[in-house]
């Protein structure tokens, strides 16, 4: 299955605790994107991504939270100190080229608890 | 800006019937690419179709067929004689060419329901 890969599927963090989800694209793209769906909600972006580079990260919340997508390894969504409003599902996307041409292609998601 | 209306929150319906899903969106762009994309009960999200501004003939595949109409910016999705397999979550999504090139926006999403 060459499909997004998304890790973990689950996680439950309590207040103050750290929160990486990781997100391994599609083989042969190279641009990542982050959503939020909220609970009951449709996905809103966060940011997109290339290889070492941040590309747009207007839809990013200002403090605690912060992406990379490393020359090697899967893209990383990073939220520090997390509180009960960070809980949500977490989806990323990737694509081969740019998003205006080509579909966005989704993982299955990380469903973030915070206690 | 760019906005994507799902009027209908949620639809139930009787297995075989046939169900149409709004989506109304707004756009300045001249360019832009129309989705949708459905979220079963497990929670992926599994792309559908793809839809460029320039093309407006209907899509049929299967029982889902699609009409879009720029005329009244909507791209709205039919499933025919639908199934419970069918229930899920629907969502509308645009992406511009010149405006937010790089990010979808989705709709609040449509809750469709099949019943036995």
């Known amino acids: 299955n060459a499909g997004v890969m998304q890790n973990p599927r689950h996680l439950v963090r309590r207040r103050g605790q750290e929160a990486r989800l990781r997100c391994s694209p599609m083989k042969g793209h190279s641009h990542v994107y982050w959503y939020r769906q909220l609970p009951e909600e449709g996905l809103k972006f966060m940011v997109y991504l290339q290889k070492e580079n941040i590309i747009d990260e207007s839809g990013m919340p200002k403090e605690r939270f912060s992406a990379e997508f490393p020359k090697e390894g899967p893209s990383i969504l990073r939220i520090q100190q997390v509180v009960r409003g960070d809980s949500a599902a977490y989806f990323c996307a990737s694509s081969p080229r740019y998003a205006r041409t080509d579909t966005q292609y989704f993982g299955p998601g990380t469903r973030l608890t915070v206690l | 800006a760019q906005k994507v209306t799902q009027a209908q929150t949620e639809i139930s319906v009787v297995e075989k019937e046939d169900v149409t899903l709004d989506c109304v969106y707004e756009?300045?762009?001249?360019?832009?690419?129309l989705f949708w994309y459905k979220q079963p009960p497990s929670g992926e999200l599994v792309f559908l179709i793809r839809?460029?501004?320039?093309?407006?003939q209907n899509e049929i595949s299967g029982r889902y067929s699609w009409n879009f109409q720029k005329s009244t910016s909507s791209f709205n999705f039919t499933i025919t004689a639908s199934q419970v397999v069918d229930s899920a979550v629907y969502f509308c999504?645009?992406?511009?060419?010149?405006?937010?090139?790089?990010?979808?926006?989705f709709g609040q999403g449509t809750r469709l329901t099949i019943n036995p």
């Open positions: 756009t300045r762009d001249t360019t832009y690419y």
């Open positions: 839809r460029n501004s320039f093309d407006e």
């Open positions: 999504a645009l992406s511009g060419i010149i405006q937010g090139a790089q990010k979808l926006v």
